[in-house]
């Protein structure tokens, strides 16, 4: 076999914009041969793939699969809603939650776990890049799991069972009835979706963001030019509407309008038979985050006319 130089790779990744291993095998396959390397690479659609990868894929699926005391979410993202009603789209999301489930939430981990014919997950996907002309991106994942109790989840606006928008997995550690359990899961599950929470308990909100808020409502507050005993005051009454809005169990259950979660988890125990606590809880929405391009084609075709 011919000797693959370094320079003749970057010079291969530079041409196609495939990852440097494919690279090196690509040269590796041809004897060295840069254009028969270029012809390989697209052959095996990783070409085509590295060059869809600069696009921005904010839209896909949410998953989530539940078994038994586990439960995962996870988001598969690519360039347009219309591939979400791909089957073949479908079936590869629902195939990574099914594989966060058993394998864990630990994303290198799972792109480079066995996925389907021969292949890993990583493969997998660059070759459903390469058939489907998207960019994909498998984002992010979490499994909650329970030693007695359940993991119940929700999918909002879905396509199909357990696939959609709004992805909601919630453990509930309990040793009571665990139909009703159950029960009680889905509808905190809804509740999740619905309202947003960041954090569980007010133990759990960030340090960081918390200072932040107070100084945003202090400074707020001192424009009023009250004393600092009612600033302090209104400080301290819109710090508790904060955790209202942002903690689990200090959020109103949306269900009922009134109950806050904190004591509807109070009632359940009463319900189910025994002591109930949330230990966990993972909201995905699809896109989160993700910066968007808002291109103007209008401007763009009218520059093109205007360069004829």
């Not at 396959?29 to 270029?38: D, K, P, Q």
């Not at 629902?94 to 014919?117: E, S």
């Amino acid at each position: 076999m011919a000797e693959i130089s370094a320079a003749l790779v970057k010079e291969l990744r530079e041409k196609t914009g495939a990852g440097m291993m494919d690279c090196k095998k690509a040269l590796g396959e041809t004897g060295g041969a840069l254009e028969e390397a270029v012809d390989w690479l697209r052959k095996k659609g990783l070409a085509a793939a590295a060059k869809k990868a600069s696009r921005v894929a904010a839209e896909g699926l949410v998953g989530i699969a539940i078994a038994g005391t586990s439960g995962a979410v996870v988001e598969v993202n690519a360039e347009t809603d219309f591939v979400a009603r791909n089957d073949q789209f479908q079936a590869l999301v629902a195939g990574v939650a099914a594989l966060a489930l058993a394998k864990g939430d630990d994303l290198a981990a799972l792109k480079a776990a066995p996925f389907r014919d021969g292949k890993t997950l990583a493969e997998t996907l660059t070759a459903l890049i390469a058939t489907i002309g998207e960019n994909m991106n498998f984002r992010r994942a979490a499994r909650l799991q329970v030693t007695d109790g359940v993991v119940c989840g929700y999918v909002h606006g879905a396509v199909v069972p357990g696939l959609g928008k709004i992805g909601v997995v919630v453990a509930l550690q309990s040793a009571g009835d665990k139909a009703k359990l159950a029960e009680i899961g889905k509808q905190i599950a809804m509740h999740i979706a619905a309202a947003n929470p960041l954090f569980l308990t007010i133990d759990n909100v960030d340090a960081a963001a918390l200072e932040r808020e107070r100084a945003v409502l202090t400074e707020q507050a001192a424009a009023s030019g009250k004393s600092p005993e009612v600033i302090e005051k209104m400080v301290a009454g819109r710090i508790r509407k904060y955790y209202e809005e942002v903690v689990l169990l200090e959020q109103i259950f949306v269900i009922d309008g009134e109950t806050r979660i904190g004591k509807v988890i109070e009632n359940a125990a009463l319900a189910v038979g025994a002591g109930v606590t949330v230990s966990g809880f993972a909201r995905f929405a699809l896109g989160e985050g993700i910066e968007r391009e808002n291109k103007d084609f209008a401007a763009e075709v009218a520059a093109q006319l205007g360069r004829v």
